[in-house]
Protein backbone atom coordinates (compact mmCIF):
# COMPACT_ATOMS: atom_id res chain seq x y z
CA UNK A 1 0.00 0.00 0.00
CA UNK A 2 1.29 3.34 -0.81
CA UNK A 3 1.09 7.02 -1.10
CA UNK A 4 0.72 8.65 -4.21
CA UNK A 5 2.40 11.93 -5.34
CA UNK A 6 0.73 15.69 -5.85
CA UNK A 7 -1.32 16.45 -8.17
CA UNK A 8 -1.28 16.26 -11.92
CA UNK A 9 -0.09 19.26 -12.93
CA UNK A 10 -2.60 19.36 -15.86
CA UNK A 11 -5.67 19.72 -13.39
CA UNK A 12 -7.77 22.40 -14.33
CA UNK A 13 -9.10 25.03 -11.81
CA UNK A 14 -12.35 24.69 -11.39
CA UNK A 15 -15.63 26.62 -12.27
CA UNK A 16 -17.75 25.79 -8.80
CA UNK A 17 -20.36 28.78 -9.66
CA UNK A 18 -23.18 26.45 -10.25
CA UNK A 19 -26.31 27.40 -10.83
CA UNK A 20 -29.99 24.93 -10.72
CA UNK A 21 -31.92 24.54 -13.38
CA UNK A 22 -35.65 25.20 -13.27
CA UNK A 23 -38.24 25.59 -15.94
CA UNK A 24 -35.48 26.39 -18.51
CA UNK A 25 -33.56 29.36 -16.39
CA UNK A 26 -30.20 28.71 -14.69
CA UNK A 27 -30.89 30.37 -10.76
CA UNK A 28 -29.43 30.56 -7.63
CA UNK A 29 -30.77 31.22 -3.90
CA UNK A 30 -30.23 33.12 -1.09
CA UNK A 31 -29.17 30.04 0.71
CA UNK A 32 -25.74 28.05 -0.37
CA UNK A 33 -23.81 25.17 1.10
CA UNK A 34 -20.24 24.02 0.80
CA UNK A 35 -19.09 21.37 -1.28
CA UNK A 36 -15.93 19.69 -0.27
CA UNK A 37 -13.19 17.78 -2.00
CA UNK A 38 -12.81 15.33 0.15
CA UNK A 39 -9.16 14.43 -0.82
CA UNK A 40 -7.84 17.99 0.42
CA UNK A 41 -10.72 18.11 3.10
CA UNK A 42 -10.86 21.75 1.46
CA UNK A 43 -13.85 23.62 -0.10
CA UNK A 44 -14.38 24.36 -3.52
CA UNK A 45 -17.40 25.82 -4.24
CA UNK A 46 -20.93 26.38 -2.85
CA UNK A 47 -24.24 25.06 -4.39
CA UNK A 48 -27.51 26.32 -4.22
CA UNK A 49 -30.07 25.54 -1.40
CA UNK A 50 -33.59 24.29 -2.36
CA UNK A 51 -35.76 24.53 -0.31
CA UNK A 52 -39.44 23.49 -0.56
CA UNK A 53 -39.93 27.02 -2.69
CA UNK A 54 -37.69 25.73 -5.26
CA UNK A 55 -38.85 22.22 -5.20
CA UNK A 56 -42.63 23.30 -5.94
CA UNK A 57 -41.62 25.13 -8.85
CA UNK A 58 -39.23 22.41 -10.31
CA UNK A 59 -42.53 19.92 -10.02
CA UNK A 60 -44.79 22.60 -12.09
CA UNK A 61 -42.48 23.05 -14.20
CA UNK A 62 -41.98 19.25 -15.04
CA UNK A 63 -45.90 19.00 -14.81
CA UNK A 64 -46.47 21.81 -17.38
CA UNK A 65 -43.64 20.58 -19.86
CA UNK A 66 -45.09 16.86 -19.78
CA UNK A 67 -49.07 18.05 -20.11
CA UNK A 68 -48.74 21.08 -22.45
CA UNK A 69 -45.90 20.25 -25.06
CA UNK A 70 -44.68 18.14 -27.37
CA UNK A 71 -41.97 16.35 -25.79
CA UNK A 72 -43.97 13.33 -24.44
CA UNK A 73 -45.27 12.46 -27.77
CA UNK A 74 -42.62 13.74 -30.25
CA UNK A 75 -40.00 10.85 -30.45
CA UNK A 76 -37.78 12.38 -33.10
CA UNK A 77 -37.13 16.05 -31.16
CA UNK A 78 -36.00 13.70 -27.61
CA UNK A 79 -33.75 11.51 -30.53
CA UNK A 80 -32.33 14.70 -31.61
CA UNK A 81 -31.95 16.37 -28.08
CA UNK A 82 -30.45 12.64 -26.59
CA UNK A 83 -27.65 12.94 -29.44
CA UNK A 84 -27.26 16.88 -29.16
CA UNK A 85 -26.42 16.10 -24.98
CA UNK A 86 -24.56 13.17 -25.73
CA UNK A 87 -21.89 15.40 -27.98
CA UNK A 88 -22.42 18.40 -25.65
CA UNK A 89 -21.47 16.11 -22.62
CA UNK A 90 -18.36 15.01 -24.73
CA UNK A 91 -17.71 18.79 -25.36
CA UNK A 92 -17.51 19.27 -21.83
CA UNK A 93 -15.69 15.90 -20.91
CA UNK A 94 -12.46 17.58 -19.27
CA UNK A 95 -14.20 20.15 -17.58
CA UNK A 96 -16.69 17.32 -15.72
CA UNK A 97 -13.92 14.83 -15.37
CA UNK A 98 -12.02 17.96 -13.34
CA UNK A 99 -15.06 18.57 -11.72
CA UNK A 100 -15.84 14.95 -10.79
CA UNK A 101 -12.00 14.12 -9.74
CA UNK A 102 -12.59 17.24 -7.52
CA UNK A 103 -15.70 16.54 -5.67
CA UNK A 104 -16.51 13.11 -6.05
CA UNK A 105 -13.07 12.00 -5.08
CA UNK A 106 -13.10 9.32 -8.18
CA UNK A 107 -9.92 8.54 -9.55
CA UNK A 108 -8.82 9.79 -12.87
CA UNK A 109 -8.69 6.26 -13.98
CA UNK A 110 -12.17 5.74 -12.75
CA UNK A 111 -13.31 9.06 -15.06
CA UNK A 112 -12.33 7.17 -17.68
CA UNK A 113 -14.91 4.25 -17.18
CA UNK A 114 -18.36 4.18 -14.76
CA UNK A 115 -17.30 7.76 -13.12
CA UNK A 116 -17.89 9.81 -16.31
CA UNK A 117 -17.15 8.09 -19.81
CA UNK A 118 -19.09 5.09 -19.10
CA UNK A 119 -22.20 7.25 -17.95
CA UNK A 120 -22.06 9.57 -21.13
CA UNK A 121 -22.17 6.74 -23.61
CA UNK A 122 -25.89 5.53 -21.70
CA UNK A 123 -27.47 8.74 -23.32
CA UNK A 124 -26.09 7.38 -26.94
CA UNK A 125 -27.19 3.82 -25.93
CA UNK A 126 -31.15 5.28 -25.28
CA UNK A 127 -30.33 7.91 -28.04
CA UNK A 128 -30.09 4.68 -30.61
CA UNK A 129 -32.43 2.43 -28.88
CA UNK A 130 -35.20 4.82 -29.21
CA UNK A 131 -34.49 4.85 -33.03
CA UNK A 132 -35.71 1.47 -33.00
CA UNK A 133 -37.99 1.40 -30.12
CA UNK A 134 -41.87 0.50 -30.66
CA UNK A 135 -44.62 2.09 -28.85
CA UNK A 136 -46.75 0.19 -29.51
CA UNK A 137 -47.69 -4.07 -29.78
CA UNK A 138 -50.87 -5.94 -31.60
CA UNK A 139 -51.95 -8.69 -29.35
CA UNK A 140 -54.25 -9.74 -32.29
CA UNK A 141 -57.96 -10.59 -32.96
CA UNK A 142 -60.11 -12.79 -30.32
CA UNK A 143 -63.35 -13.92 -30.57
CA UNK A 144 -66.03 -13.76 -27.82
CA UNK A 145 -69.26 -14.98 -27.88
CA UNK A 146 -69.35 -14.66 -31.31
CA UNK A 147 -67.61 -11.24 -32.26
CA UNK A 148 -64.40 -10.28 -33.21
CA UNK A 149 -62.17 -7.96 -31.01
CA UNK A 150 -59.09 -6.79 -31.83
CA UNK A 151 -56.84 -5.68 -29.42
CA UNK A 152 -53.06 -3.30 -28.93
CA UNK A 153 -51.06 -2.30 -26.70
CA UNK A 154 -49.44 1.24 -26.54
CA UNK A 155 -46.58 2.13 -24.60
CA UNK A 156 -46.42 5.86 -23.30
CA UNK A 157 -44.22 8.35 -20.69
CA UNK A 158 -44.97 7.47 -16.95
CA UNK A 159 -45.34 11.62 -16.74
CA UNK A 160 -43.42 13.40 -14.19
CA UNK A 161 -40.46 11.85 -12.54
CA UNK A 162 -38.04 12.26 -9.84
CA UNK A 163 -34.69 11.42 -9.57
CA UNK A 164 -33.40 11.59 -6.67
CA UNK A 165 -29.76 10.30 -6.21
CA UNK A 166 -26.38 8.93 -4.07
CA UNK A 167 -23.04 10.98 -4.02
CA UNK A 168 -21.05 7.68 -5.07
CA UNK A 169 -21.26 7.79 -8.81
CA UNK A 170 -23.42 10.97 -9.55
CA UNK A 171 -22.94 11.32 -13.54
CA UNK A 172 -23.88 7.14 -13.49
CA UNK A 173 -26.84 7.83 -11.81
CA UNK A 174 -27.69 10.95 -13.01
CA UNK A 175 -27.47 9.93 -16.87
CA UNK A 176 -28.59 6.28 -15.92
CA UNK A 177 -32.03 7.75 -14.80
CA UNK A 178 -32.48 11.09 -16.76
CA UNK A 179 -31.35 9.36 -20.69
CA UNK A 180 -34.22 6.61 -20.47
CA UNK A 181 -36.46 8.79 -18.49
CA UNK A 182 -36.20 11.34 -21.39
CA UNK A 183 -36.34 8.74 -24.42
CA UNK A 184 -39.33 7.82 -23.05
CA UNK A 185 -41.06 10.95 -23.30
CA UNK A 186 -40.59 12.10 -19.41
CA UNK A 187 -40.18 15.12 -17.66
CA UNK A 188 -37.77 14.81 -14.70
CA UNK A 189 -36.62 16.60 -11.79
CA UNK A 190 -33.09 15.13 -10.89
CA UNK A 191 -32.22 15.91 -7.45
CA UNK A 192 -28.49 15.51 -6.62
CA UNK A 193 -27.12 13.89 -3.45
CA UNK A 194 -25.57 16.90 -0.97
CA UNK A 195 -21.96 15.54 -0.63
CA UNK A 196 -22.07 15.66 -4.60
CA UNK A 197 -24.14 18.72 -6.11
CA UNK A 198 -21.59 20.64 -8.10
CA UNK A 199 -21.11 18.02 -10.45
CA UNK A 200 -25.12 17.51 -10.75
CA UNK A 201 -25.61 21.17 -11.15
CA UNK A 202 -23.08 20.89 -14.10
CA UNK A 203 -24.93 18.60 -16.18
CA UNK A 204 -28.07 20.60 -15.82
CA UNK A 205 -25.90 23.70 -17.25
CA UNK A 206 -25.21 21.55 -19.94
CA UNK A 207 -28.72 20.95 -20.53
CA UNK A 208 -29.55 24.56 -20.84
CA UNK A 209 -26.91 25.78 -22.53
CA UNK A 210 -26.33 23.02 -24.84
CA UNK A 211 -29.01 21.44 -26.26
CA UNK A 212 -33.07 22.09 -27.14
CA UNK A 213 -34.71 20.33 -24.44
CA UNK A 214 -37.62 22.31 -23.38
CA UNK A 215 -37.47 24.32 -20.85
CA UNK A 216 -39.11 22.50 -17.76
CA UNK A 217 -38.54 19.14 -19.09
CA UNK A 218 -35.54 18.53 -17.36
CA UNK A 219 -35.14 20.43 -13.55
CA UNK A 220 -32.14 20.18 -11.58
CA UNK A 221 -31.98 20.97 -7.96
CA UNK A 222 -29.51 20.87 -5.04
CA UNK A 223 -30.35 20.33 -1.37
CA UNK A 224 -28.94 20.18 2.09
CA UNK A 225 -32.46 19.28 3.21
CA UNK A 226 -33.70 15.89 3.04
CA UNK A 227 -37.23 17.84 3.26
CA UNK A 228 -36.75 18.25 -0.54
CA UNK A 229 -36.55 14.18 -1.68
CA UNK A 230 -39.42 13.76 1.02
CA UNK A 231 -41.64 16.49 -1.00
CA UNK A 232 -40.44 15.04 -4.70
CA UNK A 233 -41.34 11.21 -3.35
CA UNK A 234 -44.71 12.70 -1.74
CA UNK A 235 -46.22 15.07 -4.49
CA UNK A 236 -49.42 14.49 -5.85
CA UNK A 237 -47.74 16.39 -9.29
CA UNK A 238 -44.99 13.74 -9.74
CA UNK A 239 -46.31 9.89 -11.23
CA UNK A 240 -43.04 8.33 -10.87
CA UNK A 241 -39.98 8.40 -8.31
CA UNK A 242 -36.91 6.11 -9.53
CA UNK A 243 -34.03 6.60 -6.56
CA UNK A 244 -30.90 5.56 -5.65
CA UNK A 245 -29.75 5.53 -2.60
CA UNK A 246 -29.22 3.31 0.75
CA UNK A 247 -31.88 0.66 2.16
CA UNK A 248 -33.06 2.95 5.14
CA UNK A 249 -33.95 5.61 3.40
CA UNK A 250 -35.43 3.99 0.01
CA UNK A 251 -37.88 2.09 2.93
CA UNK A 252 -38.54 6.03 3.51
CA UNK A 253 -39.44 6.64 -0.24
CA UNK A 254 -41.61 3.97 -0.51
CA UNK A 255 -43.54 5.39 2.32
CA UNK A 256 -43.81 8.40 0.83
CA UNK A 257 -44.41 7.91 -2.55
CA UNK A 258 -47.31 5.40 -1.10
CA UNK A 259 -49.69 8.26 0.04
CA UNK A 260 -50.43 8.92 -3.81
CA UNK A 261 -49.64 4.77 -5.05
CA UNK A 262 -46.90 6.56 -7.68
CA UNK A 263 -44.85 3.98 -9.49
CA UNK A 264 -41.54 3.50 -7.39
CA UNK A 265 -38.29 2.25 -8.70
CA UNK A 266 -35.48 1.59 -5.88
CA UNK A 267 -31.74 0.83 -6.51
CA UNK A 268 -30.84 0.22 -2.69
CA UNK A 269 -27.42 -1.22 -0.82
CA UNK A 270 -25.57 -4.26 -1.48
CA UNK A 271 -23.76 -6.45 0.62
CA UNK A 272 -22.76 -8.98 -2.58
CA UNK A 273 -20.07 -12.23 -2.01
CA UNK A 274 -17.18 -13.17 -4.00
CA UNK A 275 -16.96 -16.75 -3.50
CA UNK A 276 -13.92 -18.75 -4.28
CA UNK A 277 -14.32 -22.33 -4.91
CA UNK A 278 -11.20 -24.91 -4.28
CA UNK A 279 -10.46 -25.41 -7.92
CA UNK A 280 -10.00 -21.33 -8.49
CA UNK A 281 -7.04 -19.39 -9.86
CA UNK A 282 -6.68 -18.41 -6.04
CA UNK A 283 -3.76 -15.72 -7.82
CA UNK A 284 -5.74 -14.26 -10.31
CA UNK A 285 -9.19 -14.48 -7.86
CA UNK A 286 -7.42 -13.13 -4.91
CA UNK A 287 -6.65 -10.18 -7.03
CA UNK A 288 -10.14 -9.09 -8.52
CA UNK A 289 -10.86 -9.46 -4.30
CA UNK A 290 -8.64 -6.73 -3.41
CA UNK A 291 -9.28 -4.62 -6.78
CA UNK A 292 -12.97 -4.86 -6.50
CA UNK A 293 -13.42 -3.57 -3.01
CA UNK A 294 -10.56 -0.76 -3.01
CA UNK A 295 -12.27 1.21 -5.95
CA UNK A 296 -13.83 4.14 -5.33
CA UNK A 297 -12.58 3.31 -1.68
CA UNK A 298 -15.18 0.41 -1.24
CA UNK A 299 -17.83 3.37 -2.18
CA UNK A 300 -20.00 1.00 -4.34
CA UNK A 301 -23.40 -0.50 -4.38
CA UNK A 302 -22.27 -3.55 -5.85
CA UNK A 303 -19.05 -4.41 -5.01
CA UNK A 304 -17.95 -7.87 -3.14
CA UNK A 305 -17.64 -6.81 0.38
CA UNK A 306 -17.75 -10.11 1.47
CA UNK A 307 -14.44 -12.64 0.78
CA UNK A 308 -16.15 -16.87 0.84
CA UNK A 309 -13.35 -18.81 0.54
CA UNK A 310 -12.78 -22.90 1.05
CA UNK A 311 -11.97 -23.38 4.50
CA UNK A 312 -8.68 -25.90 3.79
CA UNK A 313 -7.53 -23.10 1.59
CA UNK A 314 -8.29 -19.85 4.01
CA UNK A 315 -5.05 -18.96 4.78
CA UNK A 316 -3.19 -19.24 1.35
CA UNK A 317 -5.54 -17.02 0.07
CA UNK A 318 -5.47 -14.38 2.53
CA UNK A 319 -2.03 -14.07 2.20
CA UNK A 320 -3.04 -13.34 -1.50
CA UNK A 321 -5.45 -11.06 -0.97
CA UNK A 322 -3.40 -8.93 2.07
CA UNK A 323 -0.59 -9.36 -0.39
CA UNK A 324 -2.40 -7.31 -2.81
CA UNK A 325 -3.58 -4.90 -0.65
CA UNK A 326 -0.09 -3.79 -0.10
CA UNK A 327 -0.38 -2.70 -3.61
CA UNK A 328 -2.71 -0.33 -4.01
CA UNK A 329 -1.65 3.15 -4.68
CA UNK A 330 -3.83 5.15 -2.85
CA UNK A 331 -4.00 9.39 -2.69
CA UNK A 332 -4.45 12.21 -4.53
CA UNK A 333 -7.56 10.92 -7.26
CA UNK A 334 -6.08 13.06 -9.72
CA UNK A 335 -2.82 11.23 -10.02
CA UNK A 336 -2.78 8.67 -12.92
CA UNK A 337 -1.01 6.14 -10.80
CA UNK A 338 -3.36 6.70 -7.46
CA UNK A 339 -6.23 3.42 -7.79
CA UNK A 340 -7.61 4.36 -4.27
CA UNK A 341 -9.24 7.91 -3.40
CA UNK A 342 -10.82 9.64 -0.58
CA UNK A 343 -14.43 8.49 1.49
CA UNK A 344 -17.08 11.52 0.64
CA UNK A 345 -16.53 12.78 4.31
CA UNK A 346 -15.12 12.82 7.46
CA UNK A 347 -18.89 11.48 8.59
CA UNK A 348 -18.45 8.70 6.30
CA UNK A 349 -14.76 7.79 7.55
CA UNK A 350 -15.91 7.56 10.87
CA UNK A 351 -18.54 5.40 10.02
CA UNK A 352 -16.44 2.78 8.75
CA UNK A 353 -13.86 3.35 11.29
CA UNK A 354 -16.48 2.44 13.85
CA UNK A 355 -17.71 -0.48 11.87
CA UNK A 356 -14.00 -2.27 12.06
CA UNK A 357 -13.54 -1.08 15.49
CA UNK A 358 -16.87 -3.03 16.74
CA UNK A 359 -15.93 -6.00 14.19
CA UNK A 360 -12.96 -6.55 16.11
CA UNK A 361 -14.69 -6.38 19.42
CA UNK A 362 -16.94 -8.87 17.84
CA UNK A 363 -14.34 -11.77 17.12
CA UNK A 364 -12.68 -10.78 14.21
CA UNK A 365 -9.33 -10.68 13.30
CA UNK A 366 -7.68 -7.04 11.85
CA UNK A 367 -5.12 -8.65 9.12
CA UNK A 368 -4.41 -4.98 7.53
CA UNK A 369 -5.78 -1.68 6.95
CA UNK A 370 -8.11 -0.10 9.65
CA UNK A 371 -6.07 3.21 9.48
CA UNK A 372 -6.84 6.75 8.58
CA UNK A 373 -4.83 8.97 6.31
CA UNK A 374 -4.85 12.40 5.39
CA UNK A 375 -4.88 14.93 4.34
CA UNK A 376 -8.40 14.21 2.62
CA UNK A 377 -10.98 11.23 4.27
CA UNK A 378 -8.51 8.45 3.29
CA UNK A 379 -9.24 5.08 4.59
CA UNK A 380 -6.47 2.18 4.46
CA UNK A 381 -7.65 -1.02 2.34
CA UNK A 382 -8.77 -3.00 5.44
CA UNK A 383 -8.97 -7.13 5.49
CA UNK A 384 -10.72 -8.63 8.35
CA UNK A 385 -11.27 -12.85 9.18
CA UNK A 386 -12.82 -14.71 11.51
CA UNK A 387 -16.00 -13.23 10.29
CA UNK A 388 -19.26 -14.86 11.69
CA UNK A 389 -21.51 -14.76 9.00
CA UNK A 390 -24.54 -13.25 11.55
CA UNK A 391 -22.31 -10.02 12.65
CA UNK A 392 -22.76 -6.75 11.65
CA UNK A 393 -19.64 -6.60 9.19
CA UNK A 394 -21.41 -9.65 7.57
CA UNK A 395 -24.76 -8.09 7.14
CA UNK A 396 -24.63 -4.52 6.95
CA UNK A 397 -23.19 -2.63 4.35
CA UNK A 398 -19.82 -0.23 4.94
CA UNK A 399 -19.31 1.63 2.13
CA UNK A 400 -15.82 1.41 2.72
CA UNK A 401 -12.59 -0.55 1.41
CA UNK A 402 -13.60 -3.48 3.86
CA UNK A 403 -13.15 -6.88 3.10
CA UNK A 404 -14.80 -9.50 5.80
CA UNK A 405 -13.51 -13.12 4.67
CA UNK A 406 -15.81 -16.03 5.68
CA UNK A 407 -14.80 -19.70 5.52
CA UNK A 408 -17.12 -22.75 3.46
CA UNK A 409 -17.71 -26.15 3.50
CA UNK A 410 -18.56 -26.98 0.31
CA UNK A 411 -20.72 -25.64 -2.66
CA UNK A 412 -24.02 -25.80 -0.79
CA UNK A 413 -22.65 -24.13 2.49
CA UNK A 414 -21.16 -21.28 -0.29
CA UNK A 415 -24.33 -20.61 -1.69
CA UNK A 416 -25.99 -20.67 2.20
CA UNK A 417 -23.83 -18.04 3.18
CA UNK A 418 -24.27 -15.75 0.14
CA UNK A 419 -27.65 -15.46 0.14
CA UNK A 420 -27.88 -14.66 4.26
CA UNK A 421 -28.83 -11.18 3.48
CA UNK A 422 -31.24 -8.45 3.53
CA UNK A 423 -29.66 -7.60 0.53
CA UNK A 424 -29.52 -9.27 -3.65
CA UNK A 425 -27.60 -6.96 -5.45
CA UNK A 426 -24.37 -8.73 -7.32
CA UNK A 427 -22.40 -11.34 -6.46
CA UNK A 428 -19.19 -12.95 -7.91
CA UNK A 429 -17.19 -16.57 -8.12
CA UNK A 430 -14.32 -18.25 -9.35
CA UNK A 431 -13.60 -21.57 -10.43
CA UNK A 432 -11.66 -23.62 -13.09
CA UNK A 433 -15.27 -25.53 -14.13
CA UNK A 434 -17.32 -23.02 -15.88
CA UNK A 435 -20.04 -25.21 -15.29
CA UNK A 436 -19.71 -25.38 -11.63
CA UNK A 437 -19.19 -21.68 -11.84
CA UNK A 438 -22.44 -20.87 -13.38
CA UNK A 439 -24.51 -23.89 -11.68
CA UNK A 440 -23.63 -21.91 -8.71
CA UNK A 441 -24.09 -18.43 -9.70
CA UNK A 442 -27.65 -19.08 -10.70
CA UNK A 443 -28.43 -20.18 -7.01
CA UNK A 444 -27.66 -16.65 -5.34
CA UNK A 445 -30.28 -14.40 -5.85
CA UNK A 446 -28.96 -11.20 -6.56
CA UNK A 447 -29.27 -8.94 -9.44
CA UNK A 448 -26.00 -9.56 -11.47
CA UNK A 449 -23.36 -12.12 -11.43
CA UNK A 450 -20.17 -12.08 -12.47
CA UNK A 451 -18.43 -15.26 -13.36
CA UNK A 452 -14.30 -15.61 -13.20
CA UNK A 453 -14.41 -12.06 -13.59
CA UNK A 454 -17.01 -11.17 -16.11
CA UNK A 455 -18.41 -7.56 -16.22
CA UNK A 456 -21.94 -7.05 -16.40
CA UNK A 457 -21.86 -3.31 -16.16
CA UNK A 458 -22.87 -2.07 -19.66
CA UNK A 459 -25.31 0.17 -21.01
CA UNK A 460 -27.41 -2.35 -22.23
CA UNK A 461 -27.18 -4.68 -19.27
CA UNK A 462 -30.49 -4.38 -16.93
CA UNK A 463 -29.18 -3.72 -13.62
CA UNK A 464 -30.92 -3.66 -10.02
CA UNK A 465 -31.55 -6.06 -6.85
CA UNK A 466 -33.51 -8.44 -5.35
CA UNK A 467 -34.74 -8.51 -2.18
CA UNK A 468 -34.14 -4.95 -0.27
CA UNK A 469 -31.54 -4.35 -2.83
CA UNK A 470 -34.24 -2.90 -4.64
CA UNK A 471 -37.35 -2.72 -7.24
CA UNK A 472 -37.18 -2.46 -10.85
CA UNK A 473 -34.22 -2.31 -13.24
CA UNK A 474 -32.05 0.43 -14.45
CA UNK A 475 -30.08 0.50 -18.23
CA UNK A 476 -31.06 -1.89 -21.04
CA UNK A 477 -34.50 -2.05 -22.72
CA UNK A 478 -35.73 -2.49 -19.33
CA UNK A 479 -34.52 0.61 -18.08
CA UNK A 480 -36.71 2.13 -20.62
CA UNK A 481 -39.57 0.68 -19.90
CA UNK A 482 -39.19 1.52 -16.08
CA UNK A 483 -40.69 4.72 -17.42
CA UNK A 484 -43.20 3.49 -19.50
CA UNK A 485 -47.01 2.56 -18.89
CA UNK A 486 -48.36 0.60 -20.62
CA UNK A 487 -52.31 0.79 -22.37
CA UNK A 488 -54.64 -1.59 -23.65
CA UNK A 489 -56.71 -0.94 -26.22
CA UNK A 490 -59.41 -3.28 -27.86
CA UNK A 491 -61.89 -2.41 -30.59
CA UNK A 492 -64.83 -4.44 -31.94
CA UNK A 493 -64.06 -5.50 -35.55
CA UNK A 494 -66.99 -5.39 -38.37
P1 LIG B 1 -28.60 8.09 1.05
O1 LIG B 1 -29.66 7.07 1.08
O2 LIG B 1 -28.15 8.67 2.32
O3 LIG B 1 -29.07 9.35 0.15
C1 LIG B 1 -29.48 9.17 -1.19
C2 LIG B 1 -30.30 10.37 -1.61
O4 LIG B 1 -31.53 10.39 -0.89
C3 LIG B 1 -29.66 11.73 -1.38
O5 LIG B 1 -29.89 12.54 -2.51
C4 LIG B 1 -30.40 12.24 -0.16
O6 LIG B 1 -30.44 13.65 -0.09
C5 LIG B 1 -31.79 11.70 -0.39
N1 LIG B 1 -32.63 11.55 0.81
C6 LIG B 1 -32.25 11.41 2.09
N2 LIG B 1 -33.34 11.24 2.89
C7 LIG B 1 -34.42 11.28 2.08
C8 LIG B 1 -35.82 11.12 2.29
N3 LIG B 1 -36.33 10.91 3.50
N4 LIG B 1 -36.64 11.17 1.22
C9 LIG B 1 -36.15 11.34 -0.02
N5 LIG B 1 -34.83 11.50 -0.29
C10 LIG B 1 -33.97 11.45 0.75
O7 LIG B 1 -27.40 7.42 0.23
P2 LIG B 1 -25.90 7.93 0.01
O8 LIG B 1 -25.18 7.90 1.30
O9 LIG B 1 -25.91 9.19 -0.81
O10 LIG B 1 -25.35 6.78 -0.96
C11 LIG B 1 -24.90 5.55 -0.53
C12 LIG B 1 -25.97 4.49 -0.68
O11 LIG B 1 -26.44 4.43 -2.02
C13 LIG B 1 -25.44 3.10 -0.39
O12 LIG B 1 -26.37 2.42 0.40
C14 LIG B 1 -25.33 2.45 -1.77
O13 LIG B 1 -25.39 1.05 -1.77
C15 LIG B 1 -26.47 3.08 -2.48
N6 LIG B 1 -26.28 3.01 -3.92
C16 LIG B 1 -26.99 2.08 -4.63
C17 LIG B 1 -26.78 1.94 -6.01
C18 LIG B 1 -27.54 0.92 -6.81
O14 LIG B 1 -27.53 1.03 -8.04
N7 LIG B 1 -28.20 -0.07 -6.21
C19 LIG B 1 -25.86 2.77 -6.65
C20 LIG B 1 -25.16 3.71 -5.89
C21 LIG B 1 -25.38 3.82 -4.52
Known amino acids: MSATDGPESGARELNVNRRMLIDGKLIDTDRTFVSTNPATAMAIGHAPDAGLAEAHAAIAAARRAFDTTRWARDVELRIRCLGQLHQALLDHLEDL ?186 VSAAQFAAFSIVTHAGQGCALTSRLLVPRAHHDQIVELVAANFAKVCYGDPSNRKTYMGPLISERQRDKVDAMVQRAVEAGATLVTGGTRAGPGFFYTPTLLTDVAADSEIAQEEVFGPVLAVIAFDDDDDAVRIANNSIYGLAGAVFSGDQGRAVALARRIKSGSFSINGGNYFQPDSPFGGFKQSGVGREMGVAGLEEFLERRTFATVVG
Request: hydrophobic share 45%; aromatic share 6%; glycine share 10%.
Open 97 to 282: RELTIAEVGATRTLTHGPQLEGPIEIVKYYRDVLGDYSFAEGLGSKEIRGVLHHRWVEREPAGVVAAIIAYNYPNQLALAKLAPALAAGCTVILKGAPDTPLITLALGEIIANHTDIPPGVVNVLSSSDVAVGRELAMHPDVDLVTFTGSTPVGRHVMAAASQTVKRVFLELGGKSAVIMLDDADF
